[in-house]
């Protein structure tokens, strides 16, 4: 690990070499540019459009477009782009990941790349952490853009009831009275905010774009073009620690309830390390053969079991319910993983400690919890759509990311992602002093120590922003500074608008802000406070008593798992070379000491000769915690690579599937496929039937088997098949499936037809892709238990994961076989309706009963897919 890290400086020093040249090239063209009217510097964007027609490449017009891009800027909205921003463009344009300290402007280096990747027409994505900054960014560039003439949209997600799938247009000629922050956002479609140049937006709205245009049943719902260019903003958040959960377009499923209820009795009555093994690391549980054996018996006396062994694929679903209810029973703990709040089991967000409403477990696990603490067992979901962000992420022709933390995660960014960091320096030197942690026995002392120096701080009119790691540590402190008649402010993540507000103003003299790791994140925090709406005079008198008072100063009350998230909340303070300063508090009840650090840390202590009330400060202690966290951190880089690995293989599937359906969303000729298909089957039942292996061929069997595809006419029966040969059966049964398909199509037009073999495809493709997800959930819940039988998991996965692949892509002919020559057009079809999206309600966001339904419909939840 530190190996990797050393060499990534030596590579860092040689790439930031390369990028001199382009630098000094772009500052060249700079007194040329600026010489430009406002028209002719417009009037270079199509310059740069013909010349790319013309055969140069993007890397030809680089430097010129930059040069028009940091002109644009200075003009328009009064910032010029420092030399290290440009740096941080080019790496950016490169597909790279620029990591550019918090404050360093990162917001307007990304505007170089998206403007020059836009030129080729494609259309470029800034994925934003927050729905709140997917507005500010497009807005806060919009003018840079506008001056360049090059469009910009922000998609975010429905604020109120009465919006659905909002999209805004940055557009000076446009003004909303109403809106006082953010007038001139011009209300747009999805698709419109999709065809515009750039368009900034959070992943999950990018994200279920995507799965949703692979549900319509016609091109005209689909919203996104190509994915061609896109910059995720906060990057490690969005692919290291938001990666493990998929987005999910979900539906209600049948009611399951009787088996979690019986799991929930049996597995208590197994005895841990004899029946089932324990990983506490890898939050994993095994089945041991005498566990096994127990179940099987107990399974069997209550006549569930359908095949002799647990292993049985008859028992396939079995195995599941038993999976979550061992899950739910020895690795999920009340109050710790969720708590049980009127009647419902709601999960806590491991990294913020917030309860998360509405959000539910996955596979059947909630369920089993739920049956576990006897709560009423809430009704499975069905996956209509899913995909992780990482695999949507692939989708783009060109990605590249930015943040203020990413060379941690160096080695994960690029074995997983083949994602080059590269380290781009401060425009001014960074002179904030982090100070030594300090070490207690428990939390309680710990905690009164962060109270004491906050007050002392307060006190002497030092701005200080305090971390947390969960809402409840949030609380607690928050209640011990009302206490002391301490006044703060606290932030959870839960309303980013406001909190970013708040957040803006934690620089200001005595200002004290308690907020959760990711709370406010991407708001700066200027010293003194936002000048924005303030007399300047008095501000700057502001600014500069906060900068005598030593700047902001950053407490920790706690080190995360990963050195990355410590390393972004003491990157609050120091922006731009402020001063600045920041402490860690931990103690030795801390998750990470107990878990990783726990014996090398109090042995130093004891060595120490510690005293209980008096805290340790000492480089050595600090170091083992360090090395505790590099020990988590891959640890937990090996859990998601595991996840990457088993992704990988769904994530094939769905490629080939949804490559299938846009080709016929897109008018692919389906008439010679399906009767190709038509072809095949007939062929397989003759075949079947006429086999020469059977002593007899069964020709009533045939016949009975071809009328369920088509009606046969009567000279096609048991008796004058019985004259031919299977060959010639086979042409014959042919030739008249054809000719009853012409017929067919002249009774109802051949636009019917093709709208017909679209609809019947379609209907095959999503009903069994949706049942084919619910099978390989299964299938991976399976594979685990091989663990115990010395077999890799993901080997089996794969295998049997190929196979139900094979049986989808079978299923789907053999669907579209039997259903093409039955339907028929009934006088009011509506075959624009988005149908197949009905009861699909997002993951994770709740739906009123009031608010419009998200399939799109127009009507409300409760009357659509809710009722
Ligand atoms: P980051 O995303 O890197 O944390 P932001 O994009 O939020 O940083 O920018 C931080 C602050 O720096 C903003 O107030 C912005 O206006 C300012 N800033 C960035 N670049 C420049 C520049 N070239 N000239 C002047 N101010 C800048
Ligand atoms: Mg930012």
Redesign the pocket.
Known sequence: MLKWLGSLTDSNEKELKRFQPLVDEINSLEPEFQKLSDAELRAKTDEFKTRLKEGETLDDILPEAFAACREAARRSIG????DV?LMGGIALHQGKITE?????????VATLPLYLNALSGDGCHLITVNDYLARRDAYWMGPIYHALGLAVASIYPSQSPAEHLPARLYDPDYTDEKDTRWPHFRPITRRQAYEADITYGTNNEFGFDYLRDNMAIDLSHCVQRQLNYAIVDEVDNILIDESRTPLIISGAAEEATEKYNIFARLVPQLRKDEDYTVEEKERQVYLNEPGMAKLEKWLRRDGLLKAPSLYDPANYTLTQYLENALKANVLFKRDRDYVVKDGQVIIVDEFTGRLMFGRRYSEGLHQAIEAKERVKIQRESVTLATITFQNYFRLYKKLAGMT?TAATEAEELHKIYKLEVVIIPTNKPMIRVDNPDQIYKDEETKFKAVAKEIEAFHQQGTPVLIGTVSIEKSELLSDTLKRKGIPHQVLNAKNHEKEAAIIAQAGRTGAVTVATNMAGR?V?I?LGGNPADRDKKEWQQEHDRVIELGGLHVVGTERHEARRIDNQLRGRSG??GDPGSSRFYVSLEDDVVRRFGGDRVKGFMDWAGFDENTPIEHSMVSKSIENAQVKVEGFHFDIRKHLVDYDDVVNKHREVIYAERRKILEGADLKSNILSMVRDEIEKLVATSCSRDLIEADYTGLVEELSTILPLPPQLNPQELSKMSSKEITEKLVEYAEQLYEQREKEIGADNMRLMERLVMLRAIDSLWKDHLTEMDHLRQQASLFAARQVEPIVVYKKEGHALFESLTAGIEHDVVHTIYKVSLAKKEAPAQRQPQKAAVPAGRKVGRNQPCPCGSGKKYKHCCGR
């Open positions: 910032e010029r782009h420092f921003q550019m300290k918090t404050g360093e402007g990162k917001t307007l203020g991407g700066d200027i922006r731009q």
